[in-house]
């Protein structure tokens, strides 16, 4: 699926629902994107009983995504650990 970022997108919404389904009593979903085309697939997993977390890199604006989510997470400083005053002074991708 080389260069067919569409053909991705629906295969990991294929997976994350038939994960759903087939863990009925609830489960951790942790999606690394900003990509608002997964908000409606978290928002459908609200009503399974799914927790719901994204990982957004600096600089994400607030979107469907978020709102569609338990929790929010920053790549730089909840997962990296880089303190907030040093992420001004650098420029992380």
């Known amino acids: 699926h080389v260069g067919r970022k569409e053909v991705a997108d629906k295969m990991i919404i294929v997976d994350a629902m ?3 389904y087939t863990h009925m009593k609830g489960a951790t979903l942790c999606f690394i994107t900003g990509d608002v085309d ?3 697939l978290l928002s459908k997993l609200k009503d399974q009983s799914q927790w719901r977390t994204i990982v957004v890199s600096k600089g994400a604006t607030q979107t469907m995504l978020h709102e ?4 929010t997470m ?4 909840d997962i990296l650990g880089i303190e907030e005053e040093k992420l001004s002074e650098e420029s992380f991708s």
């Open 68 to 71: 569609s989510c338990d929790m």
């Open 18 to 20: 038939e994960f759903a």
């Open 38 to 40: 997964f908000a409606y």
């Open 74 to 77: 920053r790549w730089e400083t």
